[in-house]
């Protein structure tokens, strides 16, 4: 097993893991969901579930930024790119999402100026370098990502640099964490919750989980060590009796969160009413969109928006796969028409996707291993 | 786009109180320091850094083993240390 071949601190694993099973109430199954695309790369680089009794089944949240991005926005953010005169700049992970008219690479492909970025600063620099464009920035992500979008029209507004905006899709954490405890389809014992999103909101805006919903949270780092330490955490306030928001990420997750960062979101962005999420459908008050005071910059009032709804295809189960009902290989096309050289599903493009840390690191789940030797 | 990279900063860049020069596995871009106004930031601290802004400041050890444990996932980390080295940002 690699992990137990590679990982420096495998005997503190090993430890864990008995700990946790100890944890177990025999004949109890328990279901956990980790919120965090990141955490969902952890658990299947690393095989962790092979260090977690078969009773405890981890569950995919819908924590990868890109994976939720309907294909009707990426459609409009085509249809930006294709007007004349526009730069259309992305970091590289949307670059393969594809929308009901194909990615942003096949644009590319047909003559729009696209071009990826490493940080929305960088995209601010095309645009001071190009004053004959209009430079757009498609924003995604969720708070983790946004102050530096709103960082950037912060900079852009104090330089007064007139051909720039961004086309707003920045999500937020807490109303898909709603969504889905308020969804009948699946059951939970408890969240393993995002590490770099809480860096931000920090760990209060999860109190209403433990309060109103009584299941446990326990904010996470990103190494093995980190997810089996939270698993045994959240397993340790069942067997209590507790359910409370606990921080095992400290070291870098202040339970306050970056007030400035907040400020800067606040500042620039606020709520949308309604927002459309691949797979969760329209959620209250789940993204940001850009205040009025800085319309200069906001793609949405400076272009003509179709507003486009695509279906996702009929074959494509990312949604349920985003909710945590399904597990990626129980999708009818997983590795065979969606790979992450033709993706038909956002949950197959980015890294962090739960379908494509499966197909990448070529772990079958214990589900599957035991079916097929049954 | 959504690791958090742990880098050493090198320099604050001189006129720019926003901009620190920061060495990430080896690779030396500027990265925007303004959400972390408060820590006072000097060379040889650790910051977290996600698309080109330091989200915190963070200790060597925790930097360390974030390092080790990126270094470990492969093409991720790869693909962001790509992105990282086309970045120029040069005003904050």
């Known amino acids: 097993m690699r992990f137990v071949d590679e990982y420096r601190d495998a005997e503190k694993a090993r430890a864990l893991s008995a700990k946790i099973a100890s944890l177990c109430e025999p004949g109890r199954a328990y279901k956990f969901m980790e919120v965090c695309g990141g955490h969902t790369h952890t658990i299947y680089k690393h095989g962790l579930e092979d260090y977690l009794p078969e009773t405890i089944t981890l569950v995919h949240g819908p924590g990868c930024p890109v994976c939720v991005i309907p294909m009707g926005r990426v459609d409009d953010a085509i249809h930006i790119a294709e007007r004349p005169g526009v730069v259309m700049t992305s970091f590289g992970d949307m670059m393969r999402v594809p929308g009901g008219r194909g990615s942003f690479f096949d644009s590319m492909a047909q003559g729009a100026e696209i071009r990826m970025v490493y940080s929305p600063l960088d995209a601010l620099k095309v645009a001071r370098q190009n004053p004959d464009k209009h430079v757009v920035f498609m924003a995604i992500g969720f708070e983790t990502t946004a102050p530096s979008t709103a960082m950037t029209v912060l900079r852009a507004a104090a330089e007064e640099i007139g051909n720039f905006s961004i086309f707003c899709n920045h999500v937020t954490i807490i109303p898909a964490i709603k969504a889905i405890l308020d969804s009948p389809d699946l059951r939970l014992d408890g969240f393993i919750g995002p590490g770099h999103v809480s860096t931000i909101i920090g760990c209060r805006p999860y109190e209403f989980i433990a309060r109103d919903y009584g299941k446990p949270l326990v904010v996470a780092g990103f190494e093995p060590l980190d997810i089996l330490q939270s698993i045994y955490m959240l397993l340790v306030q069942l067997a209590e009796g507790r359910s409370q928001i606990e921080n095992q990420y400290a070291r870098v997750v202040p339970w306050a969160g970056n007030l400035k960062a907040l400020k800067a979101i606040n500042e620039v962005m606020e709520l949308r009413p309604y927002f459309e999420w691949r797979g969760l459908g329209f959620i209250s008050h789940s993204a940001l969109k850009v205040r009025e005071r800085y319309a200069a910059f906001d793609a949405e009032r400076i272009f003509e928006i179709p507003g486009s709804r695509v279906a996702d295809p009929k074959a494509c189960q990312c949604g349920e796969v985003l909710k945590g009902v399904l597990k990626p290989w129980e999708c009818k096309v997983f590795g065979t028409a969606c790979t992450p050289e033709t993706p038909i599903g956002t949950c197959m493009v980015s890294s962090e996707g739960a379908c494509a840390a499966y197909y990448n690191f070529g772990r079958f789940s214990r589900e599957r291993v035991r079916e097929a030797t049954r | ?92």
Request: charge should be negative; include cysteine; hydrophobic fraction near 45%.
């Open chain 2, 1 to 92: 786009m959504c690791l958090g990279i742990p880098g050493e900063i090198v320099e604050i860049l001189p006129g720019h109180t926003d901009l620190a020069k920061v060495d990430v596995s080896g690779v030396r871009r500027a990265i925007n320091v303004g959400l972390l106004e408060n820590e006072r930031l000097q060379p040889g601290d650790w910051i977290l850094i996600h698309v080109g802004f330091a989200l915190s400041k963070i200790d060597e050890e925790e930097a360390r083993a974030a390092l080790d444990f990126l270094e470990g996932i492969g093409q991720a980390y790869d693909d962001e240390l790509a992105a990282l080295r086309g970045s120029s940002i040069d005003r904050g």
